[in-house]
């Protein structure tokens, strides 16, 4: 494919893109998240047009006007989480949508379960094609999906972080079948985080950085610490300075923090005023560790210490009573009750101190919410709106100060600039270093490298869960984060 | 929320109006005060029923089981009442009110402990507390002569011209109107349905609130069982049957949005009312109750596509403001 750009409404996601697949090899794409490689997908797979640019099959222009165009036109993909159906046997998950036929137009069931019988067995699996998906496993879901790729004899697979979770021994399984692949003439495009199965089983590379490629060759020939700076390669500088803040003393210790399932032995100390950014890749337990932080999920063992007493917190209600508040990424979905009018919205979590004598007060609401309302600089016609009326921006400043209303001492931000053009985010960085400035301490998570450095005095940086080591202002430095947060010293 | 729905009550209520309008030039007689006056009376436990119904559903739930309740607990107040004849009346009604808010909260620890969706769980509440009422019965029915004449008389006195059905029908929209706008639970019932997830972050306790709702909208199913049964002067397994249905239409004609988090006290009301305007025009103007069943769901649908447009009108309103956004940054 060449030049292709694909722009969203304020935000260009992908700019006049290339990218060359080559039958038998592997290509790897690289990126930070929000590089713009899921997009990609989404356009080869149909699912969104580009703005300009095309895509030539053998040399030849083709236009994917919907997912089906794609697959005939013979790609594939095979996602993170695999698309399949849960109820539906393996056979039907292989040939749905394509099902071999008997004369009578109706299914040819045993056709179509000895076909999948045979792909999978080219694939040296012996999954009985007529059991139902839900009793395989991640690894064997994989499996049928590949051989559902082979079905609808796709030349071009795409592979979206298939590794994300599957164990060694199972990747080492996919990745002879990734090899097997490639003798068949297929080209493929493997999207992976993890450097060191990359340079096992990659020919090519592309580095996506912004919505660019900024980098192409023989992955073999090029040094880690190259593609690394490919990643990060920009000007960091101080775009998003924070203001100087004099650090007080520790206002929350986190000590050993575990939980079941998404993070183990976390640990850290806020101090008053200080801005502590948390850096990983996507699934590397950032937010789920905040959110049980905020008391939304219970952690299993550790210590959480605020102004020097133990504190216990079991529910967000714990949680904003003790001065920790929790703005979650996805402001529009978790934030705020849409019907609401917007002073509603601004007090939800404040009701305790609107109310009087466990009545709610209208008159102290409105005085709560227009008091942010005119510091946010919030535009509506009157309070008493629903906030769905609101345009976006605005319904994330409804969101901001429905938070600084409850007056807390620790706020948490989630992606704080995800999604937000960079006017704005310029003056979301300007209000954030003010609220530090004020003495609030922050624990910032954010993908984005430019503002976790030029932003955070600290970076704890996770890595599939665990800490993967805590940097000062005067260390952080986009090769050191990223290396950290993809486990390659 | 106010300027949409506030124009959506008005209508509803401009819609009864005229209705009652229409059917007096029908039938002589429909428009004058008494009539209304007892119509109203006849609408009065489908509007405390559908008030609770209103709230579950507000919760992003749903009350199946409130004719079941109804009918147990009117069966278990009857055979008290029958059985004990000294016994105190405000005792029998402090009784149904708890033995209604103790099926309630049955159904609240369901939804909220187990974590069922609220559709399957009313609908077995429903089968079980009339198999309940069964049992407790023996299936025989308790008649007016057994019961005693203050638990029959009681709904029926009049004061000021009204009944007291009327009058407790009216301090119950009052006291729901002042629960769902003046108290954290009403605000948390509207949060919990608006946005359960939003809720969550902001401190409040989505299965609380739909527990709550619960346990209220089977208080006052409780109450009703009372007033159903001195009212029609009789107890079997059977009454109220299929009356949750019309309290969750009345809700739906009212303007709640079945999604929840949406909708007034006074829409509810006016719903309840609309629906018993008809159920009482349609036999003095001559329609069969069988064509009296198929226009009251006629009526549903409609309500239902009317409320689905507004809902679409408010997305569109989104993205236009997007677009402005665009253009005012």
Redesign the interface.
């Known amino acids: 494919m060449r030049g292709i750009s694909q722009i969203f409404p304020g935000v260009k996601a992908l700019d006049g893109v290339s990218i060359s697949l080559y039958p038998g090899k592997v290509t790897a794409l690289i990126g930070e998240n929000g590089a713009g490689k899921s997009t990609l997908v989404k356009i080869l797979t149909g699912i969104y047009r580009p703005n300009e640019g095309e895509i030539l099959v053998d040399g030849k222009p083709t236009a994917f006007a919907h997912a089906q165009a794609a697959i005939d036109a013979g790609v594939t993909a095979i996602h993170q989480e695999t698309v399949l159906f849960d109820e539906l046997t393996v056979a039907e998950n292989i040939f749905l949508g394509h099902a071999p036929r008997t004369s009578w137009r109706t299914i040819d069931w045993k056709r179509m379960n000895s076909r999948s019988k045979e792909l999978l067995q080219s694939l040296e699996s012996a999954i009985d094609p007529t059991i139902r998906l839900k009793d395989l496993s991640i690894a064997q879901r994989h499996l049928v999906a590949i051989a559902r790729a082979l079905s609808i004899e796709a030349r071009i697979v795409i592979m979206d972080e298939p590794t994300a979770a599957l164990s060694r021994k199972e990747i080492d399984d996919l990745f002879r079948i990734v090899e097997g692949l490639k003798t068949k003439g297929k080209a493929i495009l493997f999207i992976s985080h993890k450097f060191d199965e990359l340079y096992e089983i990659a020919d090519n590379f592309v580095v996506f950085r912004d919505g660019r490629a900024v980098g192409h060759g023989e992955l073999k020939s090029t040094p880690q610490d190259e593609i690394v700076r490919m990643m990060v390669g920009r000007d960091v500088g101080n775009a998003f300075p924070k203001g100087a803040v004099a650090l007080g003393d520790a206002v929350l210790e986190v000590e050993k923090y575990c939980h079941r399932t998404e993070f183990r032995d976390i640990s850290f100390k806020l101090r008053r005023g200080e801005i502590l950014g948390i850096y990983g890749l996507i699934g590397a337990g950032r937010s789920e560790l905040c959110q049980s932080l905020f008391g939304i999920t219970r952690p299993l063992s550790g210590r959480l210490t605020l102004d020097g007493r133990e504190i216990q917190v079991r529910s967000p209600q714990d949680a904003i009573g003790a001065g920790i508040v929790y703005v979650p990424e996805e402001r529009g979905r978790h934030g705020l009750a849409l019907p609401m009018p917007i002073y509603q919205n601004m007090s939800l979590p404040s009701l305790g101190r609107t109310s009087r004598k466990g009545f709610l007060k209208a008159a102290n609401e409105f005085a709560l919410a227009r008091k942010y309302a005119e510091r946010l600089d919030l535009r509506a016609a009157a309070l008493s709106v629903p906030v769905g009326t609101l345009s976006g921006g605005n319904q994330q400043k409804v969101v901001i100060g429905k938070w600084l209303a409850t007056q807390p001492k620790i706020i948490i931000l989630d992606e704080p600039t995800k999604g937000i053009d960079i006017g704005s985010k310029a003056a979301g960085h300007g209000f954030i270093s003010e609220l530090a400035a004020e003495g609030l301490s922050i624990i910032m998570i954010s993908s984005e490298l430019p503002e976790i450095i030029g932003m955070a005095d600290r970076v704890l940086v996770m890595k599939e869960g665990l800490s993967a080591g805590l940097f000062n202002r005067e260390e952080l430095t986009p090769e050191t984060l990223v290396r950290a947060a993809t486990g390659n010293a | 929320?106010?300027?949409?729905l506030k124009r959506r009550e008005t209508l509803l209520a401009i819609i009864i109006i005229v209705m009652i309008a229409g059917f007096a030039t029908r039938a002589a007689g429909f428009a004058e005060p008494a009539n209304l006056a007892n119509i109203f009376n006849d609408t009065s436990i489908l509007i405390i029923l559908a008030l609770g119904q209103m709230t579950v559903i507000l919760t992003k739930s749903i009350d199946l089981s409130v004719a079941a309740n109804l009918a147990f607990t009117g069966m278990a107040v009857a055979m008290l009442d029958a059985a004990y004849p000294g016994l105190p009346l405000a005792l029998l009604i402090v009784l149904a009110v708890g033995i209604g808010a103790a099926l309630g909260a049955i159904n609240g620890f369901l939804v909220w402990l187990l974590q069922i969706p609220p559709i399957v769980v009313t609908l077995g509440t429903l089968t079980i507390y009339r198999g309940m009422a069964f049992v407790l019965s023996g299936g025989s029915w308790v008649n007016a002569h057994q019961m005693t004449p203050d638990f029959l008389n009681l709904p029926r006195f009049p004061v000021l011209g009204l009944p007291i059905l009327s009058w407790l029908a009216i301090a119950i929209v009052l006291m729901m109107w002042f629960v769902l706008?003046?108290?954290?639970f009403?605000?948390a019932a509207?949060?919990s349905g608006?946005?359960p997830?939003?809720?969550?972050?902001?401190?409040?306790?989505v299965g609380r609130s739909r527990f709550l709702a619960f346990v209220l909208s089977g208080a006052l199913a409780g109450l009703s069982g009372y007033l159903w049964v001195s009212r029609y002067a009789v107890a079997y397994v059977d009454i109220a049957a299929g009356f949750e249905l019309d309290s969750v239409a009345a809700c739906v004609i009212g303007g709640i949005?079945i999604a929840g988090?949406?909708g007034s006290v006074i829409g509810t009301v006016l719903g309840a009312l609309f629906l018993g305007v008809i159920k009482n025009a349609l036999p003095v103007i001559g329609i069969s109750p069988f064509a009296q069943m198929a226009i009251s769901g006629v009526v549903i649908i409609l309500a239902v596509v009317f409320n689905a447009r507004a809902e679409k009108k408010?997305g569109r309103?989104?993205l236009r403001?997007?677009a402005?956004?665009?253009t005012?940054?």
Request: net charge positive.
């Open positions: 929320m106010p300027r949409i706008t003046r108290t954290p009403g605000r509207y949060a608006g946005n997830t939003a809720a969550v972050y902001a401190g409040i306790d949005s988090g949406i408010k309103i989104i403001d997007r402005a956004k665009e005012l940054a």
